[in-house]
């Protein structure tokens, strides 16, 4: 019976019955717990100052906070894991669908208008908002977070507001 269920499923008799010895499953249950230990470290560094980050974000905060050093390939995996996801904005599909029929064609900039892009509707959460008090103090908070306390990946994993005394320490250390 073993042997056809192998057959079928494609797994030698082997592979089978190894993976259920008690070495393997010691050794399963062993990386459970590290990844259970790893994804509690990943969302401290997840929620820290309450905002949600993305896989390198969460790098630098471990880093720079913790005090943990992590490759970006093991925290990717325990966030595919655990479903722990960066809420990042989405690809409108509605654009594909306009692309794809031309509908829409985009004019010249005749009045020469200057639109400035930013990231500023990325940190906002402005669907919690009720007052327009709470909005402006989101919007505070969001330029803040932005300026001061978020970690730039091309700034040597710093942030802005710690970086001239952090990025003269790492030089005198390199020198």
């Known amino acids: 019976m073993v042997s056809h269920l192998c057959k079928v ?5 082997q592979g089978y019955y190894n993976y259920f010895s008690a070495e393997q499953v010691e050794r399963r249950k062993v990386k459970e717990k590290k990844d259970v230990a790893w994804r ?7 929620k820290f100052k309450n905002r949600k980050k993305g896989a390198r974000q969460i790098k630098m905060v ?9 490759n970006l390939k093991l925290i990717r ?9 960066c809420p990042i904005r989405r690809a409108n599909p509605y654009k594909r669908t306009i692309k794809a029929t031309q509908e829409h064609k985009v004019v010249p900039n005749l009045l020469n208008r200057q639109f400035k892009q930013g990231v500023l509707k990325d940190l906002l959460e402005v669907k919690s908002c009720e007052t327009l008090k709470e909005l402006q103090q989101e919007v505070k908070d969001a330029i803040r977070y ?3 306390d978020r970690y730039q990946w091309n700034m040597k994993k710093m942030t802005p507001e710690m970086t001239p005394v952090q990025y003269r320490d790492h030089l005198l250390k390199v020198a």
């Open 9 to 13: 499923a494609g797994v030698s008799r």
């Open 40 to 46: 509690d470290l990943i969302l401290k560094a997840y």
């Open 146 to 148: 932005y300026n001061y």
């Open 77 to 85: 995996r325990i966030m595919k894991k655990y479903g722990i996801e």
């Open 62 to 70: 471990l880093a720079a906070q913790f005090g943990v050093v992590a």
